[in-house]
T-cell receptor, first 111, second 113 residues
């Protein structure tokens, strides 16, 4: 049963455009995450928010910016996308440092 | 820093074969260890976790035992089915102020009937 929702499922765009991805969790968790999964299935944390506060900010290009409106929502904006941004972006949530639950992912293709 | 090393690439088995996917970790103290499974078109989902030395995690016929002595958490299943075909990830969480999951590179299991 899905409790972490991501939109869109799939997005195709051109180099230089801006894109935004949305994530919502209905689990009542206080921590949310964005991961990037590349074509080789490697999973890497990008950002993490706990109670709307940024707590993990890995080394990602500055064109990536997370946006948290409340504990249940964490969006990701990419200004001026590059070809290497093509990937699956996975949102997850947890209660504190407990088990993380993932959404189905947003697949981004940059042409 | 923390790291996870697991069987790389693809494992190809026939139904009813025995499965082992190796996972070794590098971290101080007692990290929590996880196995996640990812089916095509879905996000990773938790198989099980373990937090203490000698603790055994299990789910759906899969199992792994936390071994601090060998820093391992190998995934095993006695008899795989075609429906077990997926990517399997070993991961660790180190607690403290660190909210990150550190994942291994993933192992693609393909089971043929």
């Amino acid at each position: 049963e899905t409790a972490v929702f991501q939109t869109p499922n799939y997005h195709v765009t051109q180099v230089g455009n801006e894109v935004s991805f949305n994530c919502k969790q209905t689990l009542g968790h206080d921590t949310m995450y964005w991961y990037k999964q590349d074509s080789k299935k490697l999973l890497k944390i990008m950002f993490s928010y706990n109670n709307k506060q940024l707590i993990v900010n890995e080394t990602v290009p500055r064109r990536f910016s997370p946006q948290s409106s409340d504990k249940a929502h964490l969006n990701l904006r990419i200004k001026s996308v590059e070809p290497e941004d093509s990937a699956v972006y996975l949102c997850a949530s947890s209660w504190g440092r407990d088990t993380q639950y993932f959404g189905p992912g947003t697949r981004l293709l940059v042409l | 820093g923390d790291s996870v090393t697991q069987t790389e690439g693809q494992v190809a088995l026939s139904e009813e074969d025995f499965l082992t996917i190796h996972c070794n970790y590098s971290a101080s103290g007692y990290p929590t260890l996880f196995w996640y499974v990812q089916y095509p078109g879905e996000g990773p989902q938790l198989l099980f976790r373990a937090s203490r030395d000698k603790e055994k995690g299990s789910s759906r016929g899969f199992e792994a035992t936390y071994d601090k002595g060998t820093t391992s958490f190998h995934l095993r299943k006695a008899s795989v089915q075609e429906s077990d075909s997926a990517v399997y990830y070993c991961a660790l969480s180190h607690g403290g102020s660190n909210y990150k999951l550190t994942f291994g590179k993933g192992t693609l299991l393909t089971v043929t009937p």
